[in-house]
């Protein structure tokens, strides 16, 4: 649980260079690179500034918060407290119908039937298409309406002002390097483009550990903290030179990031043989995939939930 300000450091700079090399490339006409450099470097912002929240990178917590609302404000257009309300809650109760607000998804997706039993026909037929409108547009419409209204009021509900000073830079930044070079409309197709990549990258992948899993019923008083890690939550493989630990910042360990959320994640690899141990003594699946697995099982759960939600 000791915190790693080497690793902490690494990882702000990380972000700095994606940011400045998506700039780069933009201007210097590499769009596609330029874009993807961005999107990658706002999807990381979102892991980091998740770590921040969970107050698990300097062992500060005023400093972590800091940190979270500088990473969400300027690198995602976010609130960081608006996010640590809704997490927490999460993490409380995974999967459990009425208390993890991360399956309150309506109207736009649904990862179980059991939320969806009250749609009407129009809602049905966009649920019935979810599992291709998921990465088309789904995600950024979250995204966007996440930026450009429930944080937004949110923030000004509680005053929050350095939340709002660090969403104003973002754009700022954005009208200095991007709108001044390219104009109003290309800068504004640019920055959909760009939300839409990041969007993709950090919702898709937070989607596969736990959406695709059964749900708790709102009632049930019997499952305990470790179960709802060990049924509810499931991990991803590190795969070939632990690329999906990077990729997902070591939240492919999510079965020890919900038993032990204020554990730098970057730790988690380090004690997944001794959780593995504990829940096979107690009878308990480690539940461990390939990141593929996992993918494929998340869209096939939204296609099935979309097709049981239209036929229901």
Request: one cysteine or more.
């Amino acid at each position: 649980f000791k915190p790693a300000p080497l690793h902490v450091a690494y990882r702000v700079i990380e972000i700095i260079v994606l940011y400045t090399a998506g700039f780069w490339l933009l201007l210097n006409k590499q769009i596609l690179l330029g874009l993807l450099s961005l999107s990658i470097a706002q999807g990381r912002c979102g892991w980091l500034m998740h770590e921040g929240g969970h107050y698990s990178l300097t062992g500060n917590i005023f400093m972590d918060r800091t940190l979270q609302v500088i990473l969400y404000g300027v690198g995602c257009g976010m609130s960081g407290s608006w996010w640590r309300i809704q997490h927490n809650k999460h993490h409380a109760m995974p999967q459990k119908l009425g208390h993890d607000v991360d399956l309150n998804t309506l109207p736009l997706v649904a990862f179980t039937e059991k939320i969806a039993k009250k749609c009407g026909m129009a809602q049905k037929t966009w649920i019935r298409m979810q599992a291709v409108m998921f990465p088309m547009i789904t995600t950024l419409l979250v995204a966007l309406g996440w930026q450009y209204y429930l944080h937004i009021r949110h923030i000004l509900r509680v005053k929050n002002w350095g939340e709002l000073s660090a969403i104003i830079m973002r754009h700022v930044i954005w009208t200095v390097v991007v709108t001044r070079h390219f104009g109003l409309g290309q800068s504004i197709l640019l920055f959909l483009a760009y939300d839409w990549l990041a969007s993709n990258y950090i919702f898709i992948n937070f989607a596969v550990s736990h959406t695709h899993l059964d749900v708790v019923p709102k009632e049930d008083v019997q499952v305990d903290w470790v179960r709802y890690a060990a049924i509810y939550t499931m991990n991803c493989k590190p795969g070939p030179f632990k690329f999906i630990s990077w990729w997902m910042s070591y939240l492919n360990f999510q079965i020890e990031h919900h038993l032990y959320p204020s554990m730098p994640q970057f730790r988690h690899p380090i004690i997944s043989p001794r959780v593995k141990a504990l829940f096979e003594k107690h009878g308990l699946k480690y539940d461990q995939r390939t990141y593929m697995e996992a993918m494929g099982a998340t869209f096939r759960n939204l296609h099935k939930v979309g097709n049981d939600v239209f036929l229901g």
